[in-house]
């Protein structure tokens, strides 16, 4: 089994929450030829070893690129970790990025619902819980890492597409641009590798968004998400190094 030094590599790492663009920024960034990873791996990184395992994830579903410089991976779920301070991390490159809650909710609901069986998610109090959850969870690892990662608005990715993708090539140093179109991968629109939608199978952005008008959130824990999160918003906003917002 082949494996790789962890010094050999910088790290990119994309802390954000379910259904928040996150396959389209994964894809367009692992389609760069200096980055490396493309989709949620699912693991978490509390020691060096972890970095190695990560690039043995990657060697076991796809291949390293010969001019990659970064590894990538996503991390939308509490259980999964990112202890920067446990590693050597000094030079890894972090984006945070959260969606509006509403959107994010209906979404959310909307995915589960469509799938085989009974799912908890399928239920807006129970996806409404995660989202806020999450959003605990993403402002409580920002206290922790000030001025440490860099924050844009989940949305911007459709609506302000060039603009983010310019702003985001400059702060991770790339030497080419990102671009609205991306590769199809392996694994690209397979189940608990990202977005598994049509979509996703046509190598680029797609402006589109969903209005889920058959999908009702109780009004009060509406409103109670939406006041929670402006306020989660503000706080990732004031303490990243760099932000883009709508």
Partial sequence: MLQIKSNHYQPIFLLSHMRANTSLISHILGSHPQISGY????????????????????????????????????????????????????????????????????????????????????????????????????????ETNKTNYYYYDAELIRSEAKLLLSQLQKWLQLGSPLTENYQLFPLTGKPRSGDSSENMKKGRIVKQNSNYDDIKIPEDLLQQAIEQSQQYRQLLVSHSIESIIL
């Fill in 39 to 142: 989709y949620e791996m699912h693991h978490s990184y509390v020691s060096e070893n972890d970095l190695i395992t990560q690039q043995q994830i990657l060697l076991d579903n796809d291949t390293l690129k010969t001019s990659s410089h970064y590894l990538f991976d996503k991390l939308l779920h509490n259980k999964y970790e990112l202890a920067v301070e446990n590693m050597n991390l000094t030079n890894a490159k972090i984006l945070v990025s959260m969606r509006s809650a509403e959107q994010s909710i209906k979404s959310i609901v909307n995915l589960f619902r469509n799938k085989k069986g009974k799912h908890a998610y399928a239920e807006p109090e129970l996806a409404t819980c995660y989202y806020i959850e999450r959003m605990k969870k993403l402002v409580q690892f920002c």
